[in-house]
């Protein structure tokens, strides 16, 4: 996806000061940064990767000649939606660039560009459900005296994190304004007339994204969904692993 900087450099300012001043009086919530990172790291990655890996089996090479099809974070990390994933819980990576006339004809253009746009988020829950197996199977499978050693809780943390930041990104990226991955996916589903009316107001929908996202009504809105989708995987993961 791609966001106007401009628009959200005095909010990353905010959020900035507030974050950095809760960690350098909270010891618990440094670690708690340093747990994320992998995370971010991770969830960043894959997601953008997906978006490359997509458009490329489309037919479009943009992102192959751009050197977007690789899983080197470097590739991928945007600074500020990094900033803002550590912060703020939402962020993005650096958007990948694609030509949707390079596309082949199994797919109109339109519903081309709702699967790439979908195979980000996608691979966020993917990402979400691998490690939670990950996370029951350690509970299952390991030793008590690992569980509850320094590094094996330091483990635990890391992959628990890992999930819910990727269950966020995931949910984060499908909400259907722009410049998400959501308005894409939704534009095929559209009539001709809606699909027109929507695609010439974007920068007006991109304003009430950014203000909805400013006054944190984003967070409220999503957080109840995020918690719902976390709480299931664990429930399932716990079915599946008899714990």
């Known amino acids: 996806m791609y ?14 000061v507030s974050g950095l001043y809760s960690y350098l009086t909270d010891v618990n919530s440094l670690l708690n940064l340093l747990y994320t990172i992998p995370g971010i790291l991770i969830a960043i990655t894959f997601h953008e990767f997906a978006h490359a890996f997509a458009a490329d089996k489309l037919g479009d090479d943009t ?11 470097l590739g991928h990390l945007d600074p500020i939606g990094s900033v803002m994933l550590l912060f703020a819980g939402f962020g993005w990576g650096k958007p990948v660039e694609v030509n949707p006339r390079n596309y082949d004809k199994r797919f109109s253009m339109d519903k081309a560009d709702a699967i790439v746009s979908i195979a980000g988020p996608l691979m966020n829950f993917f ?7 990950i996370y029951c199977a350690i509970y299952k499978f390991a030793s ?4 509850l050693s320094q590094i094996g809780q330091i483990i635990i943390r890391i992959i628990s994190i890992t999930i819910a930041i990727n269950v966020g990104l995931g949910v984060f990226n499908l909400i259907p304004l722009p410049p998400l991955d959501g308005s894409k996916v939704i534009k095929p589903f559209l009539p ?3 699909r027109q009316w929507f695609e010439s107001n974007e920068k007006i929908f991109e304003m009430i994204f950014v203000g909805l996202w400013i006054v944190g009504l984003l967070g409220r809105i999503i957080s109840p969904l995020i918690s719902f989708i976390l709480n299931g995987l664990l429930k399932l993961g716990v079915l599946v692993f008899g714990l």
């Not at 966001?3 to 900035?16: G, S």
């Not at 992102?63 to 974070?73: E, K, M, Y």
């Open 144 to 147: 008590l005296e690992f569980a």
């Open 192 to 194: 001709y007339n809606a």
């Open 127 to 133: 990402l979400a459900i691998f490690f939670t197996i």
């Open 3 to 16: 966001i106007d900087k401009r628009m959200i450099y005095i909010v990353m300012a905010i959020m900035l």
């Open 63 to 73: 992102p192959r000649n751009q050197g977007r099809l690789t899983l080197n974070p």
